[in-house]
C-alpha cells in the first residue's frame, strides 16, 4: 500500500528544506486491528508529488536538487495559480492508494502521519480530516482567524448537515476512490470548501482526529487575509445550491 504525500508550494524557501526532511523521515508504520497482540502494524510506501506554483523566492532552485530522487516527484506550475490548481495538478500525477495534503510550511506535524491513517487503513472511514480543535497541542494565535475558522466550519455543517470542527484544515487524508470521484475546479483558497463540499454530497462521512498546529506568524510567511474567507464563503454557497 501506497501513501502520496501531495505538496502544494509557492514561495515557501524558508520552510521547504525542512518539510521535506520532515515528510520523508517520518516512519509510516500504522497499528492496525486488535487480535492477541493488539494488531498488526502496516507499512506503507511513500511517494511525495511536490508542486510548485509559480515561486519567485528560490524555492524552484531547491526543488531543482531533488529530481531524480526516487521518492519525489517535482511538477512545476509555469505561473501562480493558487493552492487549489496546485493541488489538483498533484492529485492527477499521484500513483498511491491514500492521498495526504501536506502544506510545505512547517504548521503541520508529519509525525501524525499513521495516526491520520489508522481509520483508512482498518477499514472505518474512506476521509479522515485532521482537526486543530479536538484538543491537539496547539500554539494559540489570532482571535480573529479562529472566528474565521469557527464560522466557516459553522456554515459546513449548517449547509451539509454534519458536526466537523475544522474544515479548513490543511490535513485531509483520502482514498484513491474517493479521490478518483472529485471534479475539483477551485484555483485558490476556494479548495478546502470545494473538496469538502464534493465529498459530503458524495454521501462520505469525514472522521475527525485531533492534531497539534503551530501556526505561523505573518513575519514568517503568513499569507491568509480576512478577503479569503469571502472565497471561501462563496464556495461553500455554490458548491451546495449548484450541481
Ligand atoms: N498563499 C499561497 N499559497 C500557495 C499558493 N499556491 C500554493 N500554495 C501553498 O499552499 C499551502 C497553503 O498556503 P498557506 O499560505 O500556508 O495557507 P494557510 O496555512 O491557510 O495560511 P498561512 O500559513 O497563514 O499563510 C502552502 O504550502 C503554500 O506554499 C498560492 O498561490 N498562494
Ligand atoms: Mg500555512
Known amino acids: 500500500m501506497k501513501l502520496s504525500v501531495i505538496m502544494p508550494v509557492y514561495n515557501e524557501i524558508g520552510t521547504i528544506t525542512e518539510i521535506v526532511r520532515r515528510v520523508r523521515a517520518v516512519p509510516l508504520i500504522v497499528r492496525i486491528g486488535y487480535g492477541p497482540e493488539n494488531g498488526k502494524s502496516v507499512e506503507l510506501d511513500r511517494e511525495i508529488i511536490i508542486v510548485d506554483d509559480g515561486s519567485t523566492d528560490g524555492t524552484r532552485d531547491y526543488l531543482r536538487t531533488l529530481e531524480g530522487a526516487p521518492d519525489v516527484k517535482v511538477i512545476f506550475h509555469e505561473h501562480n495559480q493558487g493552492k487549489g490548481a496546485a493541488v489538483r495538478t498533484g492529485l492527477q500525477n499521484a500513483t498511491g492508494d491514500v492521498m495526504l ?6 504548521e ?19 476521509v479522515v480530516y485532521g482537526s486543530r480543535f479536538r484538543g491537539g497541542p496547539t500554539k494559540a494565535m489570532f482571535f480573529w482567524h479562529m472566528v474565521g475558522n469557527r464560522f ?10 454534519t458536526i466537523l470542527s ?34 459530503l454530497k458524495l454521501g462520505y462521512r469525514i472522521y475527525e482526529v485531533p492534531i497539534s498546529y503551530t501556526g505561523r506568524e505573518f513575519g514568517e510567511g503568513k499569507k491568509i487575509s480576512w478577503r479569503d474567507g469571502l472565497t471561501v464563503l462563496w464556495t461553500l454557497l455554490r458548491c451546495r445550491f449548484t450541481r
Do not use: H
Open 101 to 106: 495534503i501536506q502544506d510545505a510550511d512547517l
Open 166 to 199: 475544522d474544515m479548513e484544515t490543511c490535513y485531509k487524508v483520502f482514498t484513491r476512490e474517493v479521490a478518483q470521484q472529485l471534479k475539483l475546479k477551485a484555483p485558490g483558497w476556494g479548495f478546502d470548501p470545494e473538496i469538502t463540499a464534493q465529498i
Open 108 to 126: 503541520y506535524d508529519p509525525r501524525e502521519y499513521p495516526a491520520l491513517l489508522q481509520p483508512i487503513l482498518e477499514g472505518r472511514t474512506q
Open 152 to 161: 466557516l466550519t459553522l456554515m459546513t455543517n449548517l449547509l451539509f448537515n
